[in-house]
C-alpha cells in the first residue's frame, strides 16, 4: 500500500509506534529525555525515507518504515550514548576496524 498523503496510513503508523515500543523497552541506557529524542529522530527518519526504503528493498511500506524507525533511532541511541561516554564509541569504531 503506497499512501502519498502527509499524514501516512494507519499501517505505517502502527509498525512505527511498535518498531520504537520494541527499542525503547530493550535498552535502558539514556534519560526519559534522550529516549524521546530518539523517538522523535526515528519517526522523522520513517517519515522522510521509508518510501525509498520501500523501493530499494522491495518491501512494503509499513516494514519499510519500521526498518527505518529501527535504524535512525539506534544511530542517534549511539550518538548519544557517545557524547556521554565517549570511550564507548573509541570501543566500537575498535570493534569495526578488525579485520
Known sequence: MQDLSPFRSLDFWIAVIVALIVKIRTTRQL???KVM???IVGIGAAG???DYAAQVFG???PIAAAIVT???EGAMR????GINDPKQII???????KP
Open 37 to 39: 529524542v530518539t523517538m
Open 91 to 97: 570501543e566500537l569504531w575498535r570493534l569495526w576496524r
Open 59 to 61: 518491501v512494503p511500506l
Open 78 to 81: 549511539w550518538l548519544l550514548i
Open 48 to 50: 522522510v525515507s521509508a
Open 31 to 33: 534519560s526519559p529525555a
Open 70 to 72: 529501527l535504524t535512525a
